[in-house]
T-cell receptor, first 114, second 111 residues
């Protein structure tokens, strides 16, 4: 069974631009979560989607948004990029997104904002 | 605010040594705890998930324990190998599956 895939793997953008990242979960998984990883803040939860609905959201500004499609693939969008948005963005999938299941992560998208 | 702490931040051991990585959490109502491994520049690999009703889980040379009363979890690695070198992260699994991560322990196993 294929794992979680994320595209693109690397991105370079300039301040003020917007970016869209994509995540395809493990086949059959309906929950997708997004995390931001930076050297200073570590791994922080962005949001979680299940069956096209956002169920949970972390403490990030409204510039960070996401959506999920009917095939469970998810996209994350960051508008008006700031230097501090440079990070590794990871998505994770699980079958139903409950606290009783292990979550499986993709390889991440490394975003550099210049 | 729920917090997860991992000490030490870095650890270097010679090959073949048994070692323990520590994880402390403030969430007294913890559901589960998950251990991950992260290689440089890569994503996270799930190692073990311990449910709150369990005290430990084992997978190969890895054994993880969970003590809710003391707010601690440990990851025991037996007979360490250079290939075990990575950053190890523990995460408090909240209701709804939201993960709260520690800062990780960077492990280096020297041949």
């Amino acid at each position: 069974k294929a794992g979680v895939t994320q595209t693109p793997r690397y991105l370079i953008k300039t301040r003020g631009q917007q970016v869209t990242l994509s995540c395809s979960p493990i086949s059959g998984h309906r929950s997708v979560s997004w995390y931001q990883q930076t050297p200073g803040q570590g791994l922080q939860f962005l949001f979680e989607y299940f069956s096209e609905t956002q169920r949970n959201k972390g403490n990030f500004p409204g510039r960070f948004s996401g959506r999920q499609f009917s095939n469970s693939r998810s996209e994350m969008n960051v508008s008006t990029l700031e230097l501090g948005d440079s990070a590794l963005y990871l998505c994770a999938s699980s079958s139903t997104g409950t606290e009783f299941e292990a979550q499986y992560f993709g390889p991440g998208t490394r975003l550099l904002v210049l | 605010k729920q917090e997860v702490t991992q000490i030490p931040a870095a650890l270097s051991v010679p090959e073949g040594e048994n070692l323990v990585l520590n994880c402390s959490f403030t969430d007294s109502a913890i559901y589960n705890l998950q251990w991950f491994r992260q290689d440089p520049g890569k994503g996270l690999t799930s190692l073990l998930l311990i449910q709150s009703s369990q005290r430990e889980q084992t997978s190969g040379r890895l054994n993880a324990s969970l003590d809710k009363s003391s707010g601690r979890s440990t990851l025991y690695i037996a007979a360490s190998q250079p290939g075990d070198s990575a950053t190890y992260l523990c995460a408090d699994v909240n209701q709804g599956g939201k993960l709260i991560f520690g800062q990780g322990t960077e492990l280096s196993v020297k041949p």
